[in-house]
């Protein structure tokens, strides 16, 4: 029998905002006494009060499921006068999340373009992570479906924010997100100045025919069986719709992606320049499905920033 004295037992804890890096806590034990500060991590470079903190920007959509969103505006500190370009980022997944976390990846792409004049709405629609397994599973063997009418009926929530300039609008997604956007901009073609796909599958059947055996059970169940659904899948996938597509579009996409191999995105470029629409292509030797390497990131961020600005202006 252990007779040393009690154990005390303290937390560590890492707390973390939009605009604030991780910072780690000591919580004391039982509650009692001030919470002590143990870092004091800093952003390099950016006066204080540039990063945008974002603001809760959630709607009821088109069935009555509130969809949690987010919106980050370019802070008054920097100047800009006059409503503001809309950029809508979609995330991966579908079974990801979007928070209003400085660590995530998406979160420095998302100050760059509020550093640059951008609004970002940045919605968590039907099929993401953190609001229970019903909501996560109403995406399965529907996307492109009632997914799409989540988005739009965001984007009407942002058209009566007077903050907004919702005639200057550009969407970019990466993954499940790349798909969205693909969706977005060749089904709804007058809504977009531009459009950015990272690495997102355009053709469902084809895409889903040739991942890893491994993967198929949970292909079927979550997208649909590449066979038996193919009807679906090509009502569904962008390819179907391409044709409608006209605002300028960049497509960023890894050589070495073994879920969305980079001649998929090759022909998709090579299919829309034919048809006379302006296509960049941006591609990394060495990145996979993602881009994971600093100097890439900065390369990658900084294509999409200046890719809007050229066609929404600031």
């Given amino acids: 029998m252990n007779k040393g004295p009690p154990m005390t037992v303290e937390y560590v804890l890492s707390f973390t905002k939009a605009n604030m890096p991780s910072q780690l806590y000591l919580y004391p ?22 990063l945008s903190a974002g603001e809760d920007a959630s709607y009821t959509t088109w069935d009555g499921l509130r969809v949690s969103a987010r919106l980050y ?27 209003p976390d400085f660590t995530w990846f998406s979160m420095p792409l ?3 373009l509020t550093l640059n ?27 492109g479906g009632n997914d799409v009418r989540d988005h739009l009926e965001g984007l009407k929530h942002m058209e009566k924010d007077p903050r907004i300039d919702s005639k200057r609008r550009a969407v ?35 895409w889903a025919s040739r991942i890893p055996p491994s ?10 069986d590449p066979e038996k659904d193919r009807e679906m899948l090509l009502e569904h996938s962008p390819k179907t719709y391409l044709h409608n597509l006209s605002s300028p579009l960049m497509i960023i996409q890894g050589k070495n ?9 090759a022909e998709v470029v090579e299919d829309l320049r034919k048809r006379g629409v302006q296509v960049d292509y941006l591609v990394f030797e060495d990145e996979g499905h993602d881009v994971l390497r ?7 961020y900084s294509k999409i920033t200046e890719f809007f600005l050229k066609h929404l202006g600031s």
Avoid at 37 to 46: A, F, K, N, Q, T
Avoid at 180 to 197: E, G, I, Y
Avoid at 257 to 265: H, T
């Fill in 29 to 50: 034990a039982g509650g009692k006494g001030p919470v002590t500060r143990l870092s004091d991590e800093r952003v390099l470079g950016i006066p204080s009060g540039y």
């Fill in 73 to 99: 505006l370019p802070t008054p500190k920097l100047g800009y006068k006059g409503p503001r370009p809309l950029v809508e980022y979609v995330h991966g997944g579908p079974q990801g999340q979007e928070r």
């Fill in 110 to 112: 998302i100050q760059y």
């Fill in 117 to 143: 004049g951008f609004a970002v709405f940045v919605p968590n629609v039907r099929g993401s992570t953190g609001y229970g397994m019903r909501y996560m599973k109403l995406v399965d063997r529907d996307w």
């Fill in 172 to 206: 970019v997604g990466r993954s499940y997100g790349g798909f969205m956007t693909l969706t977005l901009a060749s089904r709804f073609p007058n809504m977009w100045k531009a459009a950015v796909d990272m690495f997102g599958p355009y053709d469902l059947p084809k």
């Fill in 215 to 224: 993967w198929m059970p949970y292909i079927r169940l979550a997208v649909g």
């Fill in 257 to 265: 992606d073994p879920r969305v191999p980079e001649p998929e995105s």
């Fill in 294 to 300: 600093f100097k890439n990131r900065v390369t990658c």
